[in-house]
């Protein structure tokens, strides 16, 4: 099975602060993506990523950066934490798309506090 | 870009009863719809997914139907058991590809034993 695993399950931080949320997924996927998730809202994509050193910026990217340096870890970058960025944070991964195969894989989320 | 819009945002049904969640696209390009599950302390895991070419798709109780000329897609779920209890979230593909796709805003189904 195909398994996304984030780092942390819950963090807390304060406002200002530089914070790292760290995704690692085993399938050798080149595809990665972060969303966030919000009442209400859905699911945002903020950046994603098709391989190693690449980055696009999905719908909301401000405020955040990513860093890809291997093929199966994608980070997360809050550089100025604030509190509107409290929410959770879910990483995915996925086949690239020339196989059809879209299905993506959840891991099961950082829920990010900043107070 | 893609719209996606669910609907209603909660549903509510009785155990063994039917649940039908609607979701409607505003890109009419757009080939690949699939449906994702979640529940409680999880991340969405995808359910059943259903491509432009095809009317329906059916595994065990779910189903999936697609309306391309009216541009919506719908869940259906027959004898409802509570582990069906979850957040579900329909998306679409956007015609850039690369995978990205475009979810609407999640229904919470509640199965009521």
């Known amino acids: 099975d195909v398994k996304v695993t984030q780092s942390s399950r819950y963090l807390v931080k304060r406002t200002g602060e530089k914070v790292f949320l760290e995704c690692v997924q085993d399938?050798?996927?080149?595809?990665m993506f972060w969303y966030r998730q919000d009442p209400g809202l859905g699911l945002r994509l903020i950046y994603f990523?098709?391989?190693?050193?690449?980055?696009e910026k999905g719908d909301i990217p401000e405020g955040y950066s990513v860093s890809r340096e291997k093929k199966e870890r994608f980070s997360l970058i809050l550089e100025s934490a604030s509190t509107n960025q409290t929410s959770m944070y879910l990483c995915a991964s996925s086949a690239p798309v020339v196989t059809t195969n879209e299905k993506l894989f959840f891991g099961s989320g950082t829920q990010l506090s900043v107070l | 870009g893609e719209n996606v819009e669910q609907h209603p945002s909660t549903l509510s049904v009785q155990e063994g009863d039917s649940a039908v969640i609607k979701c409607t696209y505003s890109d009419s390009a757009s080939n690949y719809f699939p449906w994702y599950k979640q529940e409680l302390g999880k991340g969405p895991q995808l359910i059943i997914d259903i491509r432009s070419n095809v009317g329906e798709k059916k595994d065990q109780r779910i189903a999936v139907t697609l309306n391309k000329t009216a541009k919506h897609f719908s869940l259906h779920i027959t004898e409802t058991q509570p582990e069906d209890s979850a957040v579900y979230f329909c998306?679409?593909?956007?015609?850039?590809?690369?995978?990205?796709?475009?979810f609407g805003k999640g229904n919470q189904v509640v199965v009521i034993p």
């Open positions: 990523s098709y391989d190693v050193k690449m980055k």
């Open positions: 998306a679409a593909s956007t015609p850039s590809g690369n995978n990205r796709l475009a």
């Open positions: 399938m050798d996927h080149e595809n």
